[in-house]
């Protein structure tokens, strides 16, 4: 780096506020280390003797659930959006005071809800502010990209926006249902696990191919009309009918409550089966033969799969009498495998480094398989334990690798 480059970023302030998914690859990945830390302890009934009657807002199961999801993958998800937003609509993206107070109203939340006299307003404002903040910072991104490039230049981008809203409103929602109708949040969580699941098969479709083509020097086979419409319409679909599935014959009278149980759950089964199948040609078509020797490829590709196997998980539950592991194969094979190797990817390609597994992160990658298959087919405190103790070594392994790279400039000396 020359000195002028080096003037440069430093003119620019601290590194880790030029770019959002710094401070949201960052953060969060410590905050869960933390969160899985806890639960583990829990699960083990390890919580120190002073903290034995302590519990947070809405209760252990469901500070648990909701920061999984909302406390984490969401501010991953902000990262990613905010970060690649920028190439989409070549903008510079939001400023350094923006993403501050983004990383602080999310940084506030995660407090908040472990604080059990935290007002419970004050705890609702927090958790809406972040996607809504979010969102409005992508949107002027997006805005600002049209009107460089065109109307209508962004349109495949904008529903990250309504997406981002929507998160919005389902935290407020699992704060309504808290207050009045508890027995209801499991539903909202499953639903808000789709959302994240549907939005993740729709980033990575995006991507893959592009990240395939790009370390093979392969060309992108297209797909065939109409199958990515298939694919997704039934992934988005298959959320209201879930949510209806539950709601509907709640508020039906006893004799028609059966069939409509009975028909919402042959529908959850096609949609949920239509979807995994749509999506397994989906990624068969993206496959090539050289993925399989290349971390940072296989990753991304068991990742998608998990999810399928999830879709599919689910698909087979509404003819048992017992609930199979879907949730887990998506929140752990999918969600997270997916989230540490775009994580590992972009923190790398986005620092002016070579797009190569550092030392150690193939290990991280193979952790979070097996942290997948141990909590599916290991049904015991024991199981539960030991795919939290594969996960905490796999952020262990990132952090290990990536928190100078996410808080150092970039080693070309460009700013971001």
């Avoid at 050289?290 to 003819?319: D, H, N, R, T």
Wanted: proline share 5%.
């Amino acid at each position: 780096m020359t000195s002028h480059q080096t003037q440069k970023q430093h003119a620019l302030g601290p590194a880790i506020w030029q770019i959002a998914f710094r401070p949201f690859f960052l953060t969060p990945s410590i905050f869960i280390f933390f969160a899985l830390s806890l639960w583990g302890l829990l699960l083990t009934n390890n919580l120190p003797s002073n903290l034995a009657q302590y519990q947070p807002y809405s209760g252990w199961i469901g500070w648990h659930s909701h920061e999984m999801i909302f406390g984490f993958v969401q501010a991953i998800a902000i990262g990613f959006l905010l970060t690649a937003s920028r190439n989409w609509a070549s903008q510079p993206g939001i400023s350094a005071r923006f993403l501050k107070l983004l990383v602080c109203t999310w940084v506030l939340a995660r407090i908040a809800w472990l604080i059990p006299t935290t007002p419970t307003l004050l705890i609702i404002l927090l958790d809406v502010s972040t996607p809504l903040l979010a969102a409005l910072g992508l949107a002027k991104t997006l805005a600002d990209g049209e009107k460089d490039n065109g109307k209508g230049s962004q349109k495949h981008n904008w529903p990250f926006v309504l997406l981002l809203t929507a998160f919005a409103l389902v935290q407020l929602i699992f704060h309504i249902l808290y207050q009045q109708q508890p027995q209801y949040i499991s539903l909202l969580m499953q639903i808000a696990v789709l959302m994240m699941a549907a939005m993740t098969l729709w980033v990575c479709g995006r991507v893959l191919p592009f990240f395939t083509k790009a370390k093979l020097q392969v060309a992108v086979t297209p797909m065939p009309k109409g199958l990515k419409a298939l694919s997704m319409s039934a992934s988005w679909v298959l959320i209201p009918i879930m949510a209806a599935s539950v709601l509907i014959p709640n508020l039906i009278d006893a004799s028609g409550s059966a069939t409509a149980s009975s028909t919402f759950k042959i529908l959850i089964a096609v949609f949920a089966i239509i979807a995994a199948v749509s999506h397994a040609i989906t990624l068969s078509i993206i496959f090539k033969p050289g993925v399989i020797k290349e971390p940072m490829l296989w990753s991304l590709y068991l990742s998608y799969a998990w999810i399928i196997v999830g879709l599919c998980l689910l698909s087979l539950s509404q003819f048992y009498s017992v609930t199979l592991p879907w949730l887990h194969a998506i929140t752990i094979g999918g969600l997270t495998g997916m989230i540490v190797s775009m994580m590992a990817r972009v923190g790398l390609g986005h620092t002016g480094r070579k797009i190569l597994a550092l030392r150690g992160m193939i290990w991280a990658f193979t952790f979070i398989q097996l942290a997948a298959l141990v909590r599916i087919f290991v049904i015991s405190n024991m199981g539960f334990v030991l795919s939290i103790g594969l996960l905490l070594i796999t952020f262990a392994i990132f952090l290990y690798h990536y928190i100078s790279i996410l808080i150092k400039p970039r080693t070309d000396g460009r700013p971001g």
